[in-house]
Structure formats: C-alpha cells, structure tokens
C-alpha cells in the first residue's frame, strides 16, 4: 500500500510529511522516558529487518489479478509496544523510499502515517491492547492480532483514499476508488492477521515476558518481567531472548534472500484499485502521471539515493540475482537503523535518569 507521488498534490503530501515528523518527534521524546531498554535493542533491530523482508513477499489473491504484503504495524506492536513499534516501521519505510525507490518521496509522509501510525499509535492503543485487557493467551492473542490487522489496514486502505481526494485526483472518484480499496485489502488484512497471529504466538510460547513487557509498557529486561496475576504463567518460556533473536534473524534471510524470489508480480491492491477505477472511468486502466518541475524535482532526489530501485540492480534490471540481493542489503540496513534508534535512546534514557533532579 505504498503510495506514489502521483496520487497526491504537493500541499496534501507536505502536509502529511509535517504531520509524519510530528508523530516521530512526540514518539521519539515519549520513548525516552518509559518504554524502551538496552535489552530490547536487538529485537527492535531484528523485527524491523523482518517486516521489510516480509513486505518484499507479494502473495496472489486469487480471482482478482491483484496480490498483497503484509504491512507489520501490529507485528512490531505486538513485540514492541506502540511507540517502538511506529519508529521501527518508520526506519523500513524511509529505507525502502530512499534506497529502493518504493513508494514516492513526496508521499513519504503519507506512507508513515497510513502504515505507521496508524496500527501503531491508533489500532495498537485502541483495539489490539483492549482485545488483551483481561490477560494474555494463544487464544486472544490470535483474535487481537486478526481483528487489529484487519481494520488497521481498512482504516489506512481509506486514508489512502481520503488524501487522493483530497490532492484533487478526478480519474479516482471517491466512491468508485472507496468501492476496490476497501474490499482488497479486507482480504489482505485477514492474510496479515493470520501472519501476525503466527509470529507473536511463537513468540510468546518462547520469551512470554517480551509481550508482557510491550502489552504494560513497561522497558524490556529479560526473565525480570514477570507477569501480573490476571495473565497468567509468563516465565519458563522455550527459549532465551538471544535464540528468539537468532530465530527472527534467520526467518529474515530466509525470506528476504529466498522466498522473495518468488512473490507474486500481480499488481498490489492499491495498484490493482487505481486501474479497476480508471477503467470504470475511461473504459481501460491506466496509470497516473506527475507533472511538473516539482514532481520532477523530488523524482530526481529519489533517483539519486536508490542504489537498487524496485528491489532490482540498477544496471541490471533483469537480474532475478537482485531481489535476493536487495533483501538482503535492505533487511541489514533496516536492521542497523533500527537498531541504532533504539540504542541512541535507550542510552539517552539510562543517562538522563542517573541525573540529579
């Protein structure tokens, strides 16, 4: 559900990057006073390189010439805690935007907001966390991850819509467009809520504490974190938090150098949306354009950061070599940055808390 410059105006992409960096400063400073250890970089670092991997993986829905990827909102959630989370798909989305040419510049900030904040700051908070209130297990865990997945991204599927409109889009009428995006990604929601159920009931029969921690946002501190009453056993989990980081680790390689090879090359379903509504408009699909010294501008910032542009070697496009390559590299540097983020303020924490008041 990456969005390309071409779907907005300047004014409605601008604004919703100050928005994005607004969310990302709050996050930032909210992140440094509670949530966040030196214990949970790793996992921070590891589950960011993850979801970029994973969102290489397009899966065919069948019957509709469209496919779909996860987004990794509620997954980051699940594991992180909301604010965590949200600077965590953020360092994804800004590297597969610069390095990768995924998604346009100028729609930078909408990509954040529609895949960022809102599983992150909004469904997490709201609907994942409630569906826990009265404990955590397999059982709820499962529905809180299919429930929050699915309407987190219908909600980003109509915010989509709604700054399309609002950019002044004519070939995508707000019904029409409303009318295929909706229903598309109701079917991938499900698809991701199923992965996200899987990955953080893994988890939790591994390392329960690390939920427990993200769930009462409370700083990650290993087998320390001991659940309260009404959740029931959290301790004695299968594995140390080292295994379930090498565990993440591997499934990323695998994914992202492997299973990446074979994605589905059906259109996405917001691409998939854009050319059912331009056909209903003008009798056959059709892409949208930019035009204009400005598009034209931020085209060529972008052009100048991606090294590998559509997951692909630049100076050899047909090289099926540079999809595995591509996940590879970006699920290291999401990695690194992920990682780095987490550091730098978990570090700034643990000294700003040894000083005097």
Known sequence: ?????????????????????????????????????????????????????????????????????????????GLLGGVPAFLSITAVLIIQCLFFADGGLLALGCNIFNMGVVPCLIIYPLVFKPLLSKGIDLKRLSAASIASAVIGLELGAFCVVLQTVASGITVLPF???????????????????????AVLCFIYKMRPEILHAAHHNTPYFGSQNLAPAKDGPAQGGGGSTKRVVVILAVVTVLVGGGLSLFASTHPDGLEWAIGKTTEQAFGVETGLETDGSFYESVAGVQNSTAFMPDYAFASDPENVGGTSVAGLVGAGITFVLAAATGL??????????????
């Not at 250890?37 to 509709?64: D, H, L, R, W, Y």
């Not at 019904?175 to 159920?197: D, K, N, Q, R």
């Open 1 to 77: 559900m990456h969005m390309a410059d071409a779907l907005l105006s300047p004014a409605v992409g601008l604004t919703m990057g100050a928005v994005s960096v607004a969310a990302i400063k709050v996050s930032v400073s909210k992140v440094r006073k509670s949530e966040l250890s030196e214990k949970m970089v790793p996992i921070m670092g590891v589950a960011g390189a993850m979801v970029f991997a994973g969102q290489m993986i397009n899966f065919a829905i069948p019957a509709t010439g469209s496919s779909g990827h996860i987004g990794g909102g509620i997954m980051l959630a």
């Open 175 to 197: 019904g029409t467009f409303m009318g295929l995006m909706l229903p598309i990604h109701l079917v991938i929601g499900l698809v991701e809520g199923f992965v996200t159920a």
């Open 344 to 357: 730098v303020i978990a570090k700034v924490k643990k000294r700003k808390s040894k000083c005097p008041t």
